[in-house]
């Protein structure tokens, strides 16, 4: 099955910091999905990306489909901003299967 | 607007006894769902997937079951509960080629 790497596993930054997450995946896909888990465990979608750029707020995305890889750019983070953030991709071909990464662990210190 | 139900929001159950979560979804037909678990401080593990009613996709072959009695309804269960079944279990649902998905609120369940 699909292979979906997440990196870095974890991030500690201070406030004000800009931070790149990245995400790789080892086959062709047609949904790729950013998340943000909050401390309470709710996923909160930040963008659904399956290619090309958008931009909310200090948050943008690019997913670069032909080459397997998604990143996610936080700038001017806050403490907010703590969490773990999550891809997760449906891969192209009929199955329906929602794979996660296994997240990165982002710690914004005040 | 499309909204996602799942309850409930913790559980604490003893080992052996049996375990029923639902998840609904309103506003939308035929959706995709999902039943997730998640450990405390991993990622997110794939339990089952539904693309229509009575129609169930297992990724883990444990103790748990689920079913789709109704179109926007997605029940997990289990026989009897295993220490290891404690952690985070988190419902999904998306529409094929309309977009992302989006989860419900989870439930903690604790087995003791």
Redesign the interface.
Known sequence: GIQVEQSPPDLILQEGANSTLRCNFSDSVNNLQWFHQNPWGQLINLFYIPSGTKQNGRLSATTVATERYSLLYISSSQTTDSGVYFCAVVTQGGSEKLVFGKGTKLTVNP | SQTIHQWPATLVQPVGSPLSLECTVEGTSNP?L?W?R?AAG???Q?LF?S?GIGQI?S?VPQNLSASRPQDRQFILSSKKLLLSDSG?Y?C?W?V?GL?????G??T?LTVV
């Open positions: 995709n999902y997730y998640q991993r990622g997110l794939l997937y693309v996709s990724e985070f988190l999904a998306r094929t977009g992302g998905a989006f989860f609120q989870g903690r």
